[in-house]
Every structure is written in C-alpha cells, then in structure tokens.
C-alpha cells in the first residue's frame, strides 16, 4: 500500500495527533523505502518547522526531571502553548532494551490536549539521538506545537547531542549532599544555559540555597559558551510548582538577548551544519562495517590488538585499506 505523503503532510499540519503519530513512526522505521518516503515529507514541510522554541533538560537519574517537566509544561500548556515533550532514552547496549516509562510519569501532561509525549528509543548509536529526535522535533513544530522540550536521561556524550539541537539547554541538579560539585563534569557546565536547583522546598530548601552558590561560583572560573550570556542558577521545586515562572522568564530572557545580537539563529544554522556531519559520520561508519572484507577480519584485528599482538594504528591502518578497496 502505497502512502499518500501529501495527504499525511495536510493532516498533520491540521494538528491531527494520529497523522503525528504515523509521521513519527515512518521518521523512526530503519527501512530503505520508509526512510526515502520520511525524507520527502519533511522537505514537504519545511516552511511549517523552525518557529517553535526548542529547550533540551538533563539531570542525573532521580533529580525530578520528569516531574519537573509535567508540571513546568502544565504551565505552559495553561498560558496558551502547545507543547511536545520528546525523551531521549538510550537503549540499553547490552539488552537492546529501553525504558519508555515517561508517559507514565508526566501524569499531567499525558492528559492535556494541548501537549504531546513521545518517549522515543534511540538505538544502538548516538546519531540515533541526533536524527530520530531532531526529525521529530520537526515534525512536532509542523503540527503546531510551538514549545518542544527534549529530556536526556542524564550522564554522557547525549547531553552534547541534545545541547547540538536545541535553543536552551537546562541542567537541574540536587541540594545538599555536601559535594554538589563533585561528579559534575566541567562540560556540562560549559553547555549549560542555566542550572537549576530542584526539590528547593521543606527542609531542602537551605542546603538547595547554598549548592547554587557553589554552582554560581564554579560558573565564575569558566569561559560561557556565549558572550552574550551568563548563564544563571536559580532554585526551584518541580514538585510544589515553585521558581517555575522564574524559570520560564530566564529562557525567554535568553532569547530575547540571543536574537538581538543575531546568535540565536547563528546557532541553529550552525546546529543544521553539525547534523549534517553527524549523519554522515554515522552512515559512513554504518557502510564501513558491512564490508564484507572487514567483517571477515574485524573479529581477528580486535584479538590481536587486545592480546597487544598488533598496534591499533597498523589494525586501523588494515581496516581503511580493506575500506578503500571497496
């Protein structure tokens, strides 16, 4: 059965949640004609995309991201937005399995009309994040959703790949363990927009007070990724809907003063350049190891180098050769 793409493209920017949920899953499938076919529909569409605001969050497991989410989105979705909540949920490399239990969290959200949750694996690679996000992401700005939130699920390179494709990149951290700035990595400072402080309510909210001061300080001592920008720390409680709005007038601070010097689209011209390379990165790779002469050899090439037989430079230098040959 052959899919009518103008017709898929015409419902979904009515706003027809079903057609969004096709043109998602035709994004997502790995087959060769579905992905010619997704390709067609998102050029169909350009015009429809680039108009929403794109917020990336992460936090380490348990610093109430989700909860953060529902009711921050809740009040969004109240002063009149459409949002689309999109979480990043590595598969697990060793199961192959993943965790969508996000829909399920986002009690609030998962309700309201005017919201849209799609909890999306990523695969087994990291461009899984960077092309079935992003490509959602559009798809989601065509249906009229004008706030997309992307959550990451915490520790690694996907907070890099989440930062490379959205407007405002929100880092929540915990109070009060006493070592708030030890297992921080110094590059998620350095991508980070703002850093928020949540479960700042009862008798956290002393020890919340005093880690956003450490990550005020810490921000004193780093170079900003903006010159236009310094990122702030704020306090806040998902949970109890407070510091929210202070929340959101930060963000749309920052792009206020992020396209009146001309950086807010500077960046996203620069974040389509850098997808562009991701994507070919990875279709290389991809191409790369289903060489037939590589698969053959690869098995014995990583024995000998782990067995300290061969070098990793003469095993790479086989692998291209064998690549070029091709």
């Not at 005017?114 to 949750?117: G, H, K, Y």
């Not at 053959?296 to 098995?299: I, P, S, V, W």
């Not at 090439?301 to 067995?307: A, K, M």
């Given at each position: 059965?052959?899919?009518d ?5 015409t ?10 949920g ?8 790995k087959?060769?004609?579905?992905e010619d ?7 169909s ?6 108009k ?16 953060t989410?529902?009711?921050?989105g809740?009040?969004l979705?109240?002063a ?7 979480a990043v ?12 239990g ?5 009690t609030?959200l998962?309700?309201?009309r005017?919201?849209?949750?799609r ?8 461009g ?11 798809l989601?700005?065509?249906a009229?959703?004008d ?13 890099t ?9 929100l ?5 009060g ?25 009862g008798d956290n ?8 001061s ?5 921000f004193n ?22 510091g ?15 396209t ?8 996203r011209k620069d974040?389509?350049?850098r997808?562009m390379?991701?994507?070919?990165e ?5 191409r790369?190891r289903q060489?037939?002469?590589?698969k053959?050899?690869?098995?014995d ?7 300290g037989?061969?070098t ?6 086989e ?8």
């Open positions: 059965m052959t899919l793409l103008d017709a898929l493209a419902a979904l920017k009515a706003g027809e949640r079903a057609a969004l096709r043109a998602i899953t035709l994004v997502e499938s087959r060769p004609d579905h076919q997704a390709q067609q529909l998102l050029l569409l350009t015009a429809a995309t680039g929403a605001l794109r917020i990336g969050i992460t936090g380490v497991p348990g610093v109430g991201k989700s909860t989410i529902d009711t921050f809740s009040n979705t109240a009149g937005h459409k949002v689309a909540v999109l949920d590595p598969t697990s490399q060793r199961s192959g399995g993943s965790i969508l996000d829909k399920t969290r986002m609030a998962s309700g309201d005017n919201a849209f949750i909890p999306s694996p990523t695969g087994t690679t990291l899984g994040v960077t092309r079935r996000t992003r490509e959602t992401m559009l989601c700005e065509a009229g959703f706030i997309i939130i992307v959550e990451t699920v915490g520790i690694g390179q996907s907070e790949a989440v930062a490379d494709m959205v407007d405002f990149f880092v929540l951290m915990l109070p363990a006493g070592d708030e700035l030890q297992g921080i990595k110094k590059g998620v400072l350095e991508i980070a927009d703002m850093i928020a402080v949540n479960k700042a309510d909210e002393p020890r919340a007070n005093a880690a956003a450490e990550y005020r300080a810490a001592i780093l170079t900003p990724q903006s010159p236009n920008w310094a990122p702030p720390v704020i306090t806040i409680s998902g949970l109890q809907n407070q929210l709005d202070a929340l959101w007038t930060e963000i749309e601070r920052h792009r206020e003063v992020l009146g010097t001309g950086e807010f689209q500077a960046r974040q389509r350049v997808w390379w991701a994507m070919l990875e279709r290389v790779m991809t790369f060489n037939a002469a590589v053959a050899r690869l098995n090439l990583e024995r000998d180098v782990s067995e037989r061969l990793p430079v003469l095993a790479v230098r692998l291209m050769e064998m690549g070029e040959k091709a």
